[in-house]
């Protein structure tokens, strides 16, 4: 498996529009922060897990040679307004590109992308071609088995996925205020777990950095990455203060699972190549 942040910040990214406090006009390139999404290649399926508003630019920093389907966390702005750029995928590999999600985005996404699903294909081809598939419960793509957990994000709930190809395990929780215990059972152990960190100061949908160091070291991945932040947090000062197997994620990082094991390699911008696709994509 290896898994690509594409995005590593908040809702209005960092910078910030109209911000010029320290790590919004920081000359590290890890405080520059695209909305948070990842591209995931496992088991012979590429996957984006959520399309944010930067995800055209993602995909030419950090090359993304194919999507097999894309999943959603949830539907707020931030993980979904980047969705009519998977049209290019259509194009280049011609067929349509699944989309999956709770019930509940995908009537979000159908009365958001409404011209993706009531336009007729006499109309032009010239928008996403796709199909809403509403998760039910654990399924499989190739060689990877893809489970949705339930994950508290304020007012309303969002879908964490584990992912897993043989006994190579990721969880990944993007938006999350509270871990129902089930979902933190779920999710023991992995590999590697991406989770929440939005800042220090408490937020009503968001964990905090505090909050999310005290829930990774019960889930105990053998790796973990903090994503999501705000402009209040600076990478090497949060990096600093973290324990040796919590990291902060930061755009472009790649992480390669190797004999079993998660390594990082180093940031290096369009490294990701296709892989061997045993997948088969819908006609
Ligand atoms: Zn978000
Ligand atoms: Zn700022
Ligand atoms: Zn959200």
Not at 187 to 206: F, I, N, Y
Request: some cysteine; hydrophobic content about 40%.
């Amino acid at each position: 498996m290896r898994l690509v942040f594409l995005g590593t910040g908040t809702s209005v990214g960092v910078p910030m529009i109209g911000c010029g406090c320290a790590v919004c006009t920081s000359a590290d390139p890890r405080n520059r922060r695209r909305r948070t999404s990842a591209y995931l290649q496992g088991g012979g399926v590429s996957l984006v897990v959520d399309t944010a508003p930067d995800f055209r630019d993602q995909v030419l920093t950090f090359g993304v040679p194919r999507v097999d389907a894309v999943l959603f966390t949830h539907s707020h702005a931030d993980h979904i307004f980047g969705f009519d750029d998977i049209r290019r995928f259509n194009l280049m590999q011609g067929g349509l590109i699944p989309a999956y999600a709770s019930a509940e985005t995908v009537a979000d996404l159908k009365r958001v992308f409404n011209y993706v699903i009531t336009e007729p294909p006499s109309a032009g081809r010239y928008r996403p071609r796709t199909e809403f598939r509403v998760i039910a419960g654990p399924w499989r793509m190739g060689g990877l088995e893809i489970e949705p957990l339930d994950v508290v994000h304020g007012h309303t709930r969002t879908l964490g996925f584990l992912f897993r190809e043989g006994n190579r395990t990721l969880g990944y929780v993007p938006d999350c205020s509270e871990m129902p215990p089930a979902t933190l059972e779920r999710l023991r152990g992995a590999d590697v777990m991406v989770l929440d960190a939005l800042r220090e100061k408490p937020h009503p949908t968001h964990l905090t950095v505090a909050d999310s160091v005290a829930l990774l070291e019960r889930i105990g991945a053998r790796k973990s990455y903090m994503v999501h932040m705000n402009h209040e947090v600076d990478h090497a000062g949060l990096e600093a203060s973290l324990p040796d197997r919590i990291r902060a994620a930061y755009d472009g990082l790649t992480l390669e699972w190797r004999e079993g094991f998660p390594e990082p390699l180093a940031r290096s911008p369009k490294s990701v190549s296709a892989p061997p696709t045993s997948f088969a994509p819908d006609p």
